[in-house]
Nanobody, 124 residues
C-alpha cells in the first residue's frame, strides 16, 4: 500500500506564502507524475499543478500560473507546492496525488494514490 502525506497547510494572510510538501511512503512504486489538486467548500476538486518525472515537465492551472510553483524529487517520490501572493479564493483543502500513468496530467481520475489533504486558509 502506498501512502501520501501532505504537510505545510495553515492560516495565512492575503498576499502571504505557504509551501506544501507531500511524501510517499509504503510500498515502493514508480510514479509517472505527481500533482496537487484542491477543493473548496461546495466546489468540485480542481487541478492545481503537476510534474511529470520522465520529461521533468510541469503543468499548471492557467489561473495559477505565476503564483504557484511545483517541484519535487522523483527518487524520493516527494513533491512540493510553493504558493505565493495567496488570495482568499485560494482557500481550500489541498490534495497530493500520484499516478502510474497519468494522461492527461490534469485529470484527477488518472491518479492512483491520494493523500488525506491539508487545509489552506487565506484570511485576514
Amino acid at each position: 500500500q502506498v501512502q501520501l502525506v501532505e504537510s505545510g497547510g495553515g492560516l495565512v494572510q492575503p498576499g502571504g506564502s505557504l509551501r506544501l510538501s507531500c511524501a510517499a511512503s509504503g510500498r515502493t512504486f514508480s510514479s509517472d507524475a505527481m500533482g496537487w489538486f484542491r477543493q473548496a467548500p461546495g466546489k468540485e476538486r480542481e487541478f492545481v499543478a503537476a510534474i511529470r518525472w520522465s520529461a521533468r515537465s510541469t503543468s499548471y492551472a492557467n489561473s495559477l500560473k505565476g503564483r504557484f510553483t511545483i517541484s519535487g524529487d522523483n527518487a524520493k517520490n516527494t513533491v512540493y507546492l510553493q504558493m505565493n501572493s495567496l488570495k482568499p479564493e485560494d482557500t481550500a483543502v489541498y490534495y497530493c496525488a500520484a499516478g502510474i500513468s497519468v494522461v492527461p496530467i490534469s485529470m484527477a481520475v488518472q491518479y492512483d494514490y491520494w493523500g488525506q489533504g491539508t487545509q489552506v486558509t487565506v484570511s485576514s
